[in-house]
């Protein structure tokens, strides 16, 4: 039997939690199709959780893809079916890739990534597309773009060190009109490896207190800066994120198992801390940066 | 000796020859371990340029290798007698982020030269020695006397905070004073 999955018409990091409420009942070795046929946008976070999804299962997953060509057409542009070929049984149309077809909003299509070389990989092509983007349509000051070159690299360096599996990363850009009506970029990356619980775990001589979950572990690692490895400079990373997030005004989320962290700016109502989510394995981290406009 | 390190050439021959930007933490660690095994064969006291200006970003993870550590793992290394200082050279405002950040994890402080050549120090220091620093630096070489009559310290107070400059690789103690590192060799 193959349990029917529905992705949402517009897939985003929250909408993504109702594809994990429909899958948590289905045990792991059934067949399950993910249907995305009526889907018609998904941020960088959808895309990326989806390749993320089709790795946590028993058995491989079916997937059907958005029907509209427009839809279909950007997710191949955004890279999104090149991986999905390889971790997805696909069913239905696959568009074709079209190699001069850039996308303007993307500035790095979905990217593997699994070890030290991926991540110099990644920081060495958003570069150039970051200084453009960031500095002449987002209003950001140019040093902006080191610190996301610096952000996107921290970030993309917790799957190597902590995932003990392939991750995704993507970058893109679009019009956030749901909360903010201003243009944002989203660092959208996401791995099915072992989670921040898992991770914190396995560090010697480490004591669990009676509440430790993936809540508790996520605010270690996420606000205090704990980390698996005991020399000092260990768990700098994500506080160098948070840190340029919050001068950004941009908003950091991360979950990880069945809950979620995450930093909220003025601009946005979404929760610090959810607990008791669908259970998703590994790491998964939205970063929104949004357009700066002159202070009235 | 004076010894020059550029941190680009390090990277491109010892991690890949394309790459210009110090980011990972192995990568980091593969540029200090090379740093350290260049710097053991120099004869001492030597004062080890690190150069950063051929280097695009610097990343947290690599600013704890490459200068966190380093830093890190001579501060105790010479029984009390400093034989390696350091100074950091060709920082860009964002290799100095994160550079500060790892200095304030090791509780470290260091010498540093920006693009434009302008010298500094940064890190965790207070401002007693912030400022005795100064002194020598404008100076090149002093005795405790000057730092007694320049910033009003008593004479004991002057030679202290000199002395800690001293252990701490900020200035070199010889018998003929406290000598600032651009000067010392």
Same mark, same amino acid.
């Given at each position: 039997?193959?349990?029917?999955?529905?992705?949402?018409?517009?897939?985003?990091?929250?909408?993504?939690?109702?594809?994990?409420?429909?899958?948590?009942?289905?045990?792991?070795?059934?067949?399950?199709?993910?249907?995305?046929?009526?889907?018609?946008?998904?941020?960088?976070?959808?895309?990326?959780?989806?390749?993320?999804?089709?790795?946590?299962?028993?058995?491989?997953?079916?997937?059907?893809?958005?029907?509209?060509?427009?839809?279909?057409?950007?997710?191949?542009?955004?890279?999104?079916?090149?991986?999905?070929?390889?971790?997805?049984?696909?069913?239905?149309?696959?568009?074709?890739?079209?190699?001069?077809?850039?996308?303007?909003?993307?500035?790095?299509?979905?990217?593997?990534?699994?070890?030290?070389?991926?991540?110099?990989?990644?920081?060495?092509?958003?570069?150039?597309?970051?200084?453009?983007?960031?500095?002449?349509?987002?209003?950001?000051?140019?040093?902006?773009?080191?610190?996301?070159?610096?952000?996107?690299?921290?970030?993309?360096?917790?799957?190597?060190?902590?995932?003990?599996?392939?991750?995704?990363?993507?970058?893109?850009?679009?019009?956030?009109?749901?909360?903010?009506?201003?243009?944002?970029?989203?660092?959208?990356?996401?791995?099915?490896?072992?989670?921040?619980?898992?991770?914190?775990?396995?560090?010697?001589?480490?004591?669990?207190?009676?509440?430790?979950?993936?809540?508790?572990?996520?605010?270690?690692?996420?606000?205090?800066?704990?980390?698996?490895?005991?020399?000092?400079?260990?768990?700098?990373?994500?506080?160098?994120?948070?840190?340029?997030?919050?001068?950004?005004?941009?908003?950091?989320?991360?979950?990880?198992?069945?809950?979620?962290?995450?930093?909220?700016?003025?601009?946005?109502?979404?929760?610090?801390?959810?607990?008791?989510?669908?259970?998703?394995?590994?790491?998964?981290?939205?970063?929104?940066?949004?357009?700066?406009?002159?202070?009235? | 000796?004076?010894?020059?390190?550029?941190?680009?050439?390090?990277?491109?021959?010892?991690?890949?020859?394309?790459?210009?930007?110090?980011?990972?933490?192995?990568?980091?660690?593969?540029?200090?371990?090379?740093?350290?095994?260049?710097?053991?064969?120099?004869?001492?006291?030597?004062?080890?340029?690190?150069?950063?200006?051929?280097?695009?970003?610097?990343?947290?993870?690599?600013?704890?290798?490459?200068?966190?550590?380093?830093?890190?793992?001579?501060?105790?290394?010479?029984?009390?007698?400093?034989?390696?200082?350091?100074?950091?050279?060709?920082?860009?405002?964002?290799?100095?982020?994160?550079?500060?950040?790892?200095?304030?994890?090791?509780?470290?402080?260091?010498?540093?030269?920006?693009?434009?050549?302008?010298?500094?120090?940064?890190?965790?220091? #207070?401002?007693? *020695? $912030? @400022?005795?620093?100064?002194?020598?630096?404008?100076?090149?070489?002093?005795? &405790? !006397?000057?730092?007694?009559?320049?910033?009003?310290?008593?004479?004991?107070?002057?030679?202290?905070?000199?002395? #800690?400059?001293? *252990? $701490? @690789?900020?200035?070199?103690?010889?018998?003929?004073?406290?000598?600032?590192? &651009? !000067?010392?060799?």
């Amino acid at each position: 039997m193959t349990t029917v999955i529905t992705v949402p018409p517009s897939l985003d990091d929250h909408s993504f939690e109702q594809v994990l409420e429909q899958l948590a009942p289905v045990p792991l070795d059934q067949k399950v199709l993910i249907d995305a046929r009526h889907t018609r946008w998904s941020s960088p976070y959808g895309l990326t959780a989806l390749l993320t999804l089709a790795q946590t299962r028993g058995t491989q997953v079916a997937f059907t893809g958005p029907e509209t060509e427009e839809t279909a057409s950007y997710w191949q542009r955004a890279g999104f079916y090149r991986y999905a070929e390889e971790l997805f049984e696909m069913h239905g149309h696959v568009p074709r890739a079209r190699p001069s077809a850039a996308e303007s909003n993307v500035l790095l299509e979905i990217t593997a990534v699994a070890k030290s070389d991926d991540v110099h990989d990644v920081v060495e092509r958003i570069q150039a597309k970051a200084q453009q983007i960031l500095v002449n349509e987002l209003n950001l000051d140019p040093m902006a773009t080191m610190r996301f070159a610096m952000t996107l690299s921290e970030v993309c360096q917790n799957i190597v060190e902590h995932a003990q599996t392939t991750g995704w990363v993507a970058v893109q850009t679009y019009r956030y009109r749901q909360r903010l009506g201003r243009r944002v970029v989203v660092i959208a990356v996401c791995d099915a490896g072992i989670g921040f619980r898992r991770s914190l775990e396995s560090a010697q001589g480490r004591k669990l207190s009676d509440r430790w979950d993936d809540a508790m572990a996520l605010e270690d690692a996420v606000i205090r800066g704990v980390s698996r490895f005991r020399d000092p400079g260990r768990g700098q990373g994500l506080a160098g994120v948070r840190r340029y997030v919050g001068r950004w005004d941009g908003k950091l989320s991360v979950r990880s198992g069945t809950a979620r962290i995450a930093i909220v700016p003025s601009w946005d109502d979404d929760l610090p801390l959810r607990e008791q989510l669908s259970p998703l394995p590994g790491a998964q981290v939205q970063i929104t940066i949004p357009e700066r406009v002159a202070q009235r | 000796m004076i010894y020059h390190i550029n941190v680009s050439s390090v990277l491109r021959k010892t991690v890949c020859d394309l790459y210009t930007n110090l980011v990972t933490r192995p990568t980091g660690v593969a540029v200090r371990e090379a740093i350290m095994a260049a710097l053991a064969e120099q004869p001492y006291p030597n004062v080890a340029i690190i150069d950063f200006a051929q280097v695009k970003l610097l990343d947290f993870s690599c600013a704890d290798e490459v200068v966190g550590k380093l830093l890190d793992a001579y501060r105790d290394s010479d029984d009390g007698r400093p034989l390696h200082y350091f100074r950091i050279r060709g920082v860009h405002e964002g290799h100095l982020e994160a550079i500060e950040e790892v200095l304030k994890v090791y509780n470290l402080a260091v010498i540093v030269e920006d693009e434009a050549g302008v010298i500094r120090l940064v890190g965790t220091i #207070d401002d007693g *020695a $912030r @400022r005795a620093w100064q002194v020598v630096n404008l100076h090149g070489r002093i005795m &405790p !006397q000057e730092i007694e009559r320049e910033l009003g310290e008593p004479p004991e107070g002057a030679t202290s905070v000199l002395n #800690d400059l001293s *252990a $701490r @690789r900020l200035v070199m103690r010889r018998a003929d004073g406290y000598v600032s590192l &651009p !000067q010392a060799l």
